[in-house]
């Protein structure tokens, strides 16, 4: 399973930690992930998802799942996130 975030895309960054006496040894700084069930409200079910912390604040300023997936970019999404994206997408239309 990769460490990236289903809907912002953060994923594992690579730096040095650096010794007090200058040595340099390469880390992996992991993205802070946690699976979450979020309600959409548009399609009436819960999502299961594997995102960052980041992402859970995003989603939780942007008022829920669905206002937060409808702002976000495609590219940035997983295969699954695109799908909720398209579906709610598809409730919306059909109640307009």
Do not use: W, Y
């Not at 980041?54 to 699954?80: T, Y």
Request: glycine share 6%; hydrophobic share 35%; aromatic share 4%.
């Amino acid at each position: 399973m990769s460490r990236r975030c289903e809907l912002t895309g953060k994923g594992v960054l690579v730096g040095h930690r650096v010794s007090h006496s200058n040595i340099k040894t390469k880390h992996r700084f992991l993205p802070n992930l946690q699976n979450i069930s979020f309600s959409s409200e548009v399609l009436g079910q819960t999502v299961s998802l594997r995102v960052s912390t980041h992402a859970l604040r995003s989603v939780d300023h942007n008022g829920g799942l669905d206002a937060f997936l409808q702002k976000a970019r495609a590219e940035d999404l997983s295969p699954k996130a695109r799908q909720i994206k398209s579906a709610i997408a598809k409730k919306r239309a059909e109640a307009a």
